[in-house]
């Protein structure tokens, strides 16, 4: 596809079940970010992958989220034992990365309910 | 902290008019600045960036002026159009950081009335 793609499009979840969010970005952008966005608030960043490596974790907020990404495209946030605070809509954008700054374009989101 | 503020969660301008949003940022260390746009349950959509470098950059109806010593950038769409009406926000990055990490503002509610 020509964009950013994100699946599922909505999850409502229970309270301590895992869930699986997928991402697949513009071919060829090898810089990956996932961000999310919680209800009145601004995004906020999660991960950052180039190539299959994730050389910044630093927004993840607990141990209970994990992100993986397989042959420089398609990539997957994790959610363990998942909390009502997890609740938001997760943000995919990729961008090329050739050492200057690229526009970064996003996915259409992933809203996920914990009840 | 918030380092990315946008202090106006609203604004509402007439259609034909001049709408400027507002954005400030604590950290010196930003040096990319960018606007996005976003509808409901949609992504954001990029608009226009300006690099630390420059003053302003001008994009059809969009410009973007960035005065660095008072870290404040500000987004000006003229003429306003009903179809701008979206939530705005306002990104920072950093190339110290090492990667594009986009540091978000909270939004601006732009509302264009017919």
């Known amino acids: 596809g020509a964009g950013v793609s994100q699946s599922p499009s909505n999850k409502v979840t229970e309270k301590g079940k895992d869930v699986e969010l997928r991402c697949d970005p513009i071919s060829g952008h090898t810089a990956l970010y996932w961000y999310r966005q919680r209800l009145g608030q601004g995004l906020e960043f999660l991960i950052y992958f180039q190539g299959n490596s994730a050389p910044d974790k630093s927004g993840l907020p607990s141990d209970r989220f994990s992100a993986e990404r397989t042959g420089e495209s398609v990539s997957t946030l994790t959610i363990q034992r998942t909390q009502q605070e997890d609740s938001a809509v997760y943000l995919c954008a990729s961008s090329f990365f050739r050492g200057v700054q690229e526009t970064q374009y996003f996915g259409p989101g992933t809203r996920l309910l914990v009840l | 902290d918030q380092q990315v503020k946008q202090n106006s969660p609203s604004l509402s301008v007439q259609e034909g008019r001049i709408s400027i949003l507002n954005c400030d940022y604590t950290?010196?260390?930003?040096?990319?600045f960018l606007w996005y746009k976003k509808y409901p349950a949609e992504g954001p959509t990029f608009l226009i960036s300006?690099?630390?470098?420059?003053d302003k950059n001008e994009d059809g109806r969009f410009t973007v002026f960035l005065n660095k010593s008072a870290k404040h950038l500000s987004l000006h769409i003229v003429p306003s159009q009903p179809g701008d009406s979206a939530v705005y926000f306002c990104?920072?990055?950093?190339?110290?950081?090492?990667?594009?990490?986009?540091?978000f503002g909270t939004g601006t509610r732009l509302t264009i009335i017919p």
């Open positions: 990104a920072a990055s950093a190339r110290v950081f090492g990667n594009e990490k986009l540091t």
């Open positions: 950290n010196s260390m930003f040096d990319y």
């Open positions: 300006i690099s630390s470098i420059k």
